[in-house]
């Protein structure tokens, strides 16, 4: 599993006045793959909650390049290509067909329950550094 | 304080490609006037929480009469209109200006932190009581 | 096609901080489930919309039993019980395994573009009439 | 003016499972911000949308440094510290009391009601860059 993609069809409720879909779903879509991509890793994120771990986001960026509109068919890529630290980062594009549609990447820190910050799960960072690739 | 009165200007984000506010969002302005009038009953609920109580919703009814738009300055009113009991049930109107755009209820039913049903929280029952009036 | 089954699995930006998927997420599944309903009939809500004809929802009810939390796999069913006349109805069951989890239904009357009145698209009634079934 | 302050209080159904609001609102309550924003400049989006242009989003940045939660009552500014060029940014920063919550910004491209890049509106950007600031 080096690179996970989840296929996604805009919801209605995703689009806005201008047709298109808003873009404030991009951020919601990416952690959709985000949580494809830890599944396909053998870390599901429900899994490192009841280990007790979190995984908030502490920066996010995102490239619109072109829309995407109701019901159209895209895929989410998430993947690492940045070797793991204290934070870590996961980069998505996001494709309709071959066409590139925006692309992004969100750092997360580990915190505890409380929201303190954490040591990261070793076992989840050895994984993320086996899957890491260059793009 | 018999009936509350929350503000809220339609959100870029809440529209559809049908550039008018996506039907889901009405639930979500009655909550925001649910808290407003219980911050006006002297039971905000937050303090509810606080004090091990959750008010989870259990049925929504909700007719939707006019659109409304971006930027659309909405009123949304929130009042009790029927005795509360194990469940409790509030009623909502929106407006535009003196336009009725939807109305609407929601029941709900006392719960602790974990979801299960507990009895009602006495002095918030005593204040709904208080705050009943038949429109 | 006789009734649509939709699979869905929750989303971490659905939940609240109960952790359990807020309740306006449901009206977009039903969305979700209408819309899938309407290809498999054979008249995508994009191509009515390509028609002139919008669909938007004007009442809509919906009964919470039990809550479902992130990752959960739902199934959101999506039929008709109502002969269909000026105002159409479809009911939704949202299911995780065999656990009814909610039940509704949404009315929607038929508009042009501009959201005034008109007369129902005769194909699509004739295929919501034979899609009609008493659960 | 030439910074817009804009008060919103956090909604129940922008909380997640964590508690806190989930990161996928602030690019929303950007948008509430920028809104009120080009309000001040007397630049209403709604009066920019009539006169054919749209600002689409096309980069997105954010910083997250705290959380925030339910009924919390948070401050976004909204300012100007580049000069508007093709391409327009707009910065933003959230307050609860006096604490950073969050920073970033966002690009703007002028496209007509088709979405096709047309010359900035030179009455805004003239507006903008009186309004530019150095933070």
């Not at 404030?24 to 990416?30: A, G, I, K, L, R």
């Amino acid at each position: 599993m080096m690179k996970s993609r989840t296929a996604i069809q805009v919801r209605y409720a995703e689009t806005d006045a201008m047709g298109i879909a808003h873009h404030s779903n991009y951020p919601v879509w990416f952690e959709v793959a985000r949580v494809a991509m830890m599944d396909g890793l053998g870390f599901p994120y429900l899994e490192l909650e009841k280990q007790g771990y979190r995984l908030p986001v502490i920066a996010l960026h995102l490239q619109y390049f072109r829309p995407c509109s109701f019901a159209d068919n895209i895929n989410v890529e998430a993947f690492v290509t940045e070797r793991p630290r204290v934070r870590i980062r996961i980069d998505y594009k996001v494709f309709r067909d071959d066409i590139l549609l925006a692309s992004g990447y969100s750092e997360h820190a580990f915190t505890n329950a409380q929201g303190q910050i954490v040591k990261p799960h070793p076992a989840f960072i050895k994984a993320l550094e086996n899957a890491l690739i260059i793009v």
